[in-house]
């Protein structure tokens, strides 16, 4: 099992969106699993949603968490195929610092607004400190321009930025509402959405395998 950690600071730059959609694109190459470490439970009330659907998706499945340590409840798992993604709390406490150790690769979603571009120094920062494979992913950019300006921006730091970004799209919305992945949604907007998305999950592939 490959095991991927959302994280960011930042509140709202994307971490239960891209658990979510990146689980679904996932699941296309093989079991995929998600961990909702956050107490909002974003990722898992739209886990709960995409039960009602019939038939409910087999994939992404949910990871339930007892109470112990979140390594050692994972611990058996690593033995077998597919990719965990762990969603977690906008904040860089202990709790964050676990979800990181745990994590082969960690996935820093930023929107490329001033303050989240600044904001992401700090959650790159505790990542370095515990010696963690970052790296990030523009999230939510109104145009094709300001994402390569953020990526710009982001290349200040050590850490390679994907090449690819997830466009501002009702459609992401939309889809959590129903309890779906951008993949299974129809339409123009999905399809974009859909291809930025493979677009991203092959490049995130690629970066754990390397
Ligand atoms: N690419 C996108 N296009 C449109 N809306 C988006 C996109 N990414 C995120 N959003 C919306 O922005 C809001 C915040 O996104 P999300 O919940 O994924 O962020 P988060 O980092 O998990 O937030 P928190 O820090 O509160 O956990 C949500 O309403 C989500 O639907
Ligand atoms: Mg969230």
């Known amino acids: 099992m490959q095991i991927i950690s959302v994280m960011s600071q930042k509140g709202g730059a994307g971490k239960s969106t891209l658990t979510r959609q990146l689980s679904t694109a996932a699941a296309e190459d093989g079991p995929a699993?998600?961990?909702d470490r956050d107490v909002q439970a974003t990722a898992s009330k739209w886990w709960d949603r995409r039960q009602t659907l019939?038939?409910?998706?087999?994939?992404?499945?949910?990871?339930?968490?007892?109470?112990?340590?979140?390594a050692a409840e994972i611990a058996e798992a690593r033995?077998?195929?597919?990719?965990?993604?762990?969603d977690t709390?906008?904040?860089?406490?202990?709790?964050?610092?676990e979800a990181a150790r745990v994590a082969d690769l960690v996935i820093v979603?930023?929107?490329?607004?001033?303050d989240d571009l600044e904001a992401v120094g700090d959650t790159?920062?505790?990542?370095?400190?515990?010696?963690?494979?970052?790296v990030i992913?523009?999230?939510?950019?109104?145009?094709?321009?300001?994402?390569?300006?953020?990526r710009?921006?982001?290349?200040?730091?050590?850490?390679?930025?994907?090449?690819t970004h997830l466009a501002d799209r009702t459609v992401y919305q939309d889809a959590h509402t129903e309890g779906r992945s951008v993949l299974e949604m129809r339409g123009a907007a999905a399809r974009q959405a859909a291809d930025e998305l493979r677009a991203v999950w092959h490049w995130i592939r690629g970066q754990i395998n390397e």
Not at 89 to 97: I, N, S
Not at 137 to 150: D, I, Q, S
């Open 33 to 35: 699993f998600i961990i």
């Open 54 to 70: 019939t038939p409910a998706p087999e994939r992404p499945e949910l990871f339930e968490l007892a109470t112990g340590s979140l």
């Open 79 to 86: 033995a077998a195929d597919g990719v965990l993604f762990v």
């Open 89 to 97: 709390a906008p904040a860089v406490t202990e709790r964050e610092a």
């Open 109 to 114: 979603p930023v929107r490329p607004s001033g």
């Open 124 to 134: 790159l920062a505790m990542l370095r400190r515990l010696e963690r494979r970052a």
């Open 137 to 150: 992913v523009v999230n939510c950019a109104k145009t094709v321009g300001r994402a390569t300006e953020a």
């Open 152 to 163: 710009a921006a982001l290349s200040v730091y050590p850490v390679p930025v994907c090449p």
